[in-house]
């Protein structure tokens, strides 16, 4: 029996075959692309929720306890051994997440909080994604997300090293220009010993310094200004937190130090 087909009938070309290949890269490039994101979103979303579970376990521990004690240790870890801090945390930890917790006390860090000890909590997790430090933080207000960049007088995203130095006035106003304000000093502490930490993890070093690998997300301006006032005197003096030596201390609100918001 003879055959029908004439010269060349019998396969694909090459270009035909190039052809193929490149629409199954770039659908490959897509499906990944996709996934990527999905995965991304996923690990948010278990960020979020877990600090929710944070705070909430923190707080049923003030009720049976008159406190937050017990929330962190030095280090600035997630304890809490009695009300289960450490186990709603550990599944974080385990996908490459640094959470710090922080209950604000008295004796040892901030004098003018002595007799109001433990009342306070606030945690932060972060991560290390596509070149960027991003960081969630949660206190009796509510899970929010770290600006990327800094902020200028008029509440414009600048980026960090053109980081305006204003009065804490004006630093609370230019975060409320863009709908954010200005981090709890729970918050802002443990986002400063989580950045340290996260430091520590991908470069190797105990230097508060940034690396270019991790993005530009903490600059070392020494200090940053927190929302929080000073129970003492809340009409002149409030908290600031360090990121280059991680001290906490206060200062009169007319002086100029920097300011980093959350949303």
Same mark, same amino acid.
């Given at each position: ?13 090459? %270009? ?71 186990? %709603?945390?550990?599944?974080?930890? =385990? ?21 109001? =000890? ?20 949660? =206190? ?11 902020? =200028? ?8 090293? !053109? ?5 804490? !006035? ?42 270019? !690998? ?20 809340? !009409? ?28």
């Amino acid at each position: 029996m003879k055959s029908h087909c004439k010269s060349g009938c019998g396969g694909f070309t090459l %270009i035909e075959l190039l052809v193929v290949i490149a629409i199954i890269g770039i659908l490959s490039a897509v499906v990944v692309a996709s996934l990527n994101s999905a995965r991304e979103k996923g690990k948010i979303a278990t960020i979020k929720s877990t600090l929710k579970q944070l705070y909430n376990q923190a707080a049923l521990n003030q009720v049976e306890n008159g406190s937050f004690i017990g929330s962190n240790d030095g280090s600035l870890n997630c304890t809490g051994t009695n009300n289960n801090l450490a186990k %709603i945390v550990q599944p974080l930890i =385990d996908q490459g997440v640094v959470a710090k917790c922080f209950s604000l006390y008295g004796t040892g860090i901030d004098s003018q909080y002595a007799g109001d =000890d433990y009342l306070r909590f606030g945690a932060t997790a972060l991560i290390y994604d596509a070149g960027e430090l991003k960081a969630w933080s949660v =206190d009796e207000n509510g899970v929010v997300k770290w600006d990327t960049h800094g902020v =200028d007088l008029n509440g414009a995203s600048v980026t960090p090293d !053109t980081n305006s130095s204003m009065s804490w !006035t004006v630093s609370k106003t230019a975060c409320a220009k863009n709908g954010g304000r200005l981090p709890s000093i729970e918050q802002l502490r443990t986002l400063s010993y989580a950045w340290y930490s996260a430091s520590l993890t991908y470069t190797g070093t105990g230097s508060r310094n940034p690396n270019p !690998t991790l993005g530009t997300f903490i600059i070392p301006a020494n200090y940053y200004w927190s929302s929080t006032p000073v129970l003492s005197n809340p !009409t002149n003096l409030s908290n600031l937190q360090s990121m280059v030596s991680g001290n906490l201390t206060n200062t009169n609100q007319s002086n100029g130090y920097y300011a980093r918001c959350v949303r």
